[in-house]
């Protein structure tokens, strides 16, 4: 029983593991559930260099302001969210477009916006769009489970009555252990787009 609890506990991390994303565990926005899920949803990529300036130029514009951005005008925030539209190359008007919510995060994982994994959720959560980036950081330490195989034999006396026995049996298992390795890091963004009803 054992040795086939030990097989299955790392099959189930990969199952586990597989049941959360990037996407979901890094962003933050409109409540997943609060618009209609959408049947299909565009993946595009776009420059980091792009939208690196745009939020530089927002944050900017933000901090030479006398009045907090979140009593600006409403023609004030569209055109600051016109600046982050064109960034990200969607050329519709800010007014009849949502930004719905966005991920940024750092990651050695290796990870492909392409796999599907992106694309169910900016669907859950009723983007029209998701327009990623990435952009090489350096090197940084990763903890990987690395197998380990273990066998050996084992020896056990038993008697009764007067008479002892031995019994000789093997034993043979792979466990995982954590290992420190270096590994390529990257800054990621991504933001999720929705059009208006």
Known sequence: MFRSLAAV?????I????CSTPWKDHYTGAPIGHYERTDDV???????QRVDEALR??????AASDIHWSEWSRDDKFEEQGVLLRALQI??????????GRNVFRS????????????????????DYAV?????VGKADKVVQEPVHRSGIS???????????????????????????????????????????
């Open 9 to 13: 506990i790392p099959i189930l991390a």
């Open 15 to 18: 199952i586990l593991a597989g």
């Open 42 to 48: 565009e993946i595009r990529e776009v420059p980091w």
């Open 57 to 62: 130029y927002i944050d900017e514009q933000r």
């Open 91 to 100: 050329s519709g008007d800010p007014r009849d477009i949502i930004v719905l």
């Open 108 to 127: 050695t994982d290796d990870l492909s916006p392409q796999d599907g994994s992106l694309a169910k959720f900016a669907q859950s959560i009723g983007a």
């Open 132 to 136: 990623w980036s990435a952009h090489y």
């Open 155 to 197: 020896i056990g006396v038993h008697g009764g009555h007067g008479h002892h026995g031995h019994t000789i049996g093997g034993w043979d298992e792979t466990v995982y252990v954590p290992v420190v390795v270096e590994a390529d890091e990257y800054a990621w963004v991504v933001y999720y787009l929705r059009y208006r009803d």
